[in-house]
């Protein structure tokens, strides 16, 4: 036996024929388990997001409200001063009308004019108010619409990804039942060794050998190891990457 390699059973005990065969149909379940997983963990995540994505645009519609209130109490605001900006200008206009000389003409004059300008400053601010208020009303009802058809559709989305997720789940649970009824079957020290190297490896555990290379890193083996993996009289680990080598078939 070469130096290194992990070997299941070296001091003359001999594994059970079929335990390749077993750890095979096992790598089998566990494959098709980590598939659906991965197809679970996807779902989940969809659903994550478009749930993330009702949540953003409910918060946007929240925002949204805040500004048309803050929009309409300065809308309230330049009326008042418009009004007030008229209210100043015709009294202003009438006592115009009582001057008694040049110079009391000249100074209702200006106090007129002045007031004047202030209206017509109040009432331009009074129209940028109400161009404020339309475009938050309009982005809010474009928003609500946008939210209504997004509710519609991934509503329907959602409802769709969870039956799935359950039918998953489902077919989960009868792979793992699978799998452990399968799993009693093998001979308790290659389950383990099994169950070891699935944990440091991210894909299968076993690997065929192919031409004389390990079939998941490529590296040469030993022709003498080749023999004993051959013999399948004990599991094999590749001292590289660390798979439990077999025969193809
Ligand atoms: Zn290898």
Known sequence: MSAGLHVLSGDGEVMEGNTVERLLQLQEIDTLIGDRQARLAAL???????????????????????????????????????QA?????????????????????????????AARQNLEAAE????????????????????????ASRQQEY?????????????LEEEIA???????????RID??????????????ADSPLAPLVDGVCGHCYTAIPLQTQQVIRAGRVLVVCETCGVILHVAD
């Open 174 to 184: 009868v792979d793992l039942d699978r799998r452990s009824n399968r799993a009693l």
């Open 85 to 113: 900006g008229r209210a100043t200008l015709k009294r202003l206009q009438l006592r115009a009308q009582e001057v008694h000389n040049m110079r009391e003409h000249t100074a209702a004059r200006a106090e007129v004019d």
């Open 44 to 82: 989940r995540a969809e659903s994550d997001q478009l749930v993330a994505e009702l949540a953003g645009l409910e918060k946007e519609t929240i925002a949204l409200n805040a500004r048309l209130e803050t929009v309409e109490g300065e809308l309230r605001q330049a009326e008042r001063t418009v």
């Open 124 to 147: 331009d601010d009074l129209l940028d108010a109400m161009q404020d208020q339309e475009s938050a009303r309009s982005a809010l009802s474009d928003l609500e619409g946008d939210i």
């Open 155 to 167: 509503g329907e989305r959602l409802a769709d990804l969870d039956e799935e997720r359950q039918r």
């Open 188 to 201: 308790e020290r290659a389950r383990s060794l099994y169950d070891t190297v699935r944990q440091g490896t």
